[in-house]
């Protein structure tokens, strides 16, 4: 079966050709486009008669002018004809070219049909994986059904758009090196189980470049998280249930980078699940009462925890001298009693007391 909207649009493209008349019928010898606009051409008994003869091709000589039939397939299957008409002698290479070209457009609109099907599949599979894990007839059938195999570990990567539009991410190929990877769009993302069986050494860096590879490849602008590696498929769920963290949390936070690891959060993520009366308890003694020393000890230490605590790349990252990020750090060590730059135990402190002011701050913050 021929799709009337691909004849049409490849008709489209041939009306600037004024030398030559293209008519196309469908299997059951129907006129379904044409350059002419015309309703009819053939009886449907001479083009059924062409369609059901073993003759591929066939040249046809009248009223001073020649046409050429030749039979389009579309899945080796035959699905109708192509007629060039006009008074040229040599007909038959325009209606070979024209017939190859329609069929590549048939054949590409079937691997569209295709790869929305797998894509749907993908995402159904998906949705069981995280709200079905039990059920692992129906997940075994899925997997089937996607055709990719069960037993590959796979990392997740959800990739945030700067400007969700799903036709743009739909139409988007982040094939890289493995027809195991599962591609999946949920909630204006793109989420990508990929397949590391490809990756040689370290995991890390083969995700950075299948990253660069993204970025480079495809027309995707926006924020890529990285999840764990899922050994088993039943420990999907808790990389989404991560990596759905992560993306709040940077929201939250308003940390912008073009590639962020889950693993570079843990400590953050554990602390979220901390009860926060327990926190409470802890640091209550130590919160300032005014706005803006706590928001300047939360951009002081987040920089600091980020870097490391080296004053010259966090002084880069907070755009101040150094100078006065020291002047800021040594604030911290006489009101706390701590020496962050020697003492691992007072990093961490000073890493739990920089959330549990993030907690107040956004806690005074939905009370105003």
């Known amino acids: 079966m021929i799709n009337k909207d691909i004849v049409e649009e490849f008709i489209n493209t041939l009306s600037e050709i004024p030398d030559y008349q293209v008519f196309i019928y469908n299997h059951k010898g129907v006129l379904i486009g044409n350059t002419l606009k015309n309703t009819e051409r053939r ?23 020649n046409s050429v039939l030749s039979k389009i397939y579309k899945n080796s299957k035959l699905a109708g004809c192509i007629e060039v008409s006009g008074k040229d002698d040599a007909l038959f290479p325009i209606a070979l070219a024209l017939k190859m070209s329609i069929e590549i457009r048939l054949k590409y609109d079937q691997i569209q049909i295709e790869e929305e099907q797998i894509l749907n ?39 945030i758009p700067v400007q969700p539009n799903i036709k743009n991410l739909r139409n988007m190929d982040f094939f890289y090196d493995s027809s195991e ?11 990508i189980l990929k397949d590391m069986t490809k990756a040689k050494e ?39 249930k991560n990596l759905t963290w992560l993306r709040d949390y940077i929201h939250t936070h308003k940390i912008k980078s073009g590639f962020i690891f889950f693993k570079d ?42 870097n490391n605590f080296n004053i ?4 880069k990252e907070l755009y101040i001298h150094k100078n006065t990020l020291m002047y800021r750090l040594e604030k911290i060590k006489k009101e706390f009693d701590l020496n962050p730059s020697i003492s691992e135990a007072d990093r961490s402190f000073l890493k739990y007391l920089n959330y549990y002011m993030k907690y107040i701050m956004q806690m005074r913050r939905e009370n105003v």
């Open 181 to 191: 990877d599962i591609t999946i769009l949920k909630d204006d993302c793109v989420i």
């Open 121 to 159: 599949i993908n995402e159904k599979l998906f949705d069981v994986l995280l709200n079905d894990v039990n059920n692992i007839q129906k997940i075994k059938n899925l997997y089937e059904q996607s055709q990719r195999s069960i037993n590959i570990p796979r990392r997740m990567f959800i990739l």
């Open 202 to 240: 370290s995991e890390n860096e083969y995700s950075k470049e299948f990253i660069k590879h993204i970025y480079d490849i495809t027309s995707f602008e926006g924020t890529i998280l990285i999840g764990y590696t899922s050994k088993t498929y039943d420990t999907i769920k808790e990389s989404y």
């Open 265 to 306: 959060y843990i400590d953050d993520y554990f602390l979220s699940n901390f009860p926060f009366e327990i926190l409470d308890n802890i640091f209550r003694n130590y919160i300032y009462e005014d706005d803006e020393k706590i928001f300047e000890f939360i951009e002081t230490t987040n920089a600091l925890i980020h």
């Open 43 to 65: 009886l449907s008994s001479e083009i059924l008669a062409f369609l059901y003869s073993n003759t591929p091709t066939t040249a046809i000589k009248e009223n001073g002018h």
């Open 312 to 315: 010259v790349r966090s002084s």
